[in-house]
């Protein structure tokens, strides 16, 4: 039973040190990403709605093949006018990692 539990522990922290180095180079790879977004706004820059942290997500995923859940893609405040914005991803194991996303007129 002992040796069981030992086999189990060393499994979770393996999956576990490999859940963190994905993370880790997850974070890598976003470093340098700028996620290129339209939308449709009105005047003086504002968009009709805002982008969402699934838009962000969508668009890691179709331009650099990154998969980045949603709930991972924290925004400081609500993206609600055109330009480039700094967004966080927090992607487990206290690793985090910052990249730009771009906003332009469709």
Partial sequence: AINTMNLKEKARR???A??????V???????????????KGGKEGKLFGAITSKEIS???ASQFQLDV????????????AFGTYEVKAKL???????FSVS????
């Avoid at 859940?69 to 609600?80: A, G, M, N, S, Y």
């Avoid at 487990?92 to 910052?98: C, D, I, K, L, N």
């Fill in 14 to 16: 393996a999956e576990e």
């Fill in 18 to 23: 490999a859940n963190r180095q994905a993370a």
């Fill in 25 to 39: 180079e997850m974070g890598g790879k976003l470093k340098n990403v700028t996620v290129k977004l339209t939308a």
């Fill in 58 to 60: 969508e668009g890691l």
């Fill in 69 to 80: 859940p949603k709930q991972k893609i924290v925004l400081d405040e609500p993206i609600k």
């Fill in 92 to 98: 487990g194991y206290e690793v985090s990692a910052r």
């Fill in 103 to 106: 906003v332009s007129e469709e």
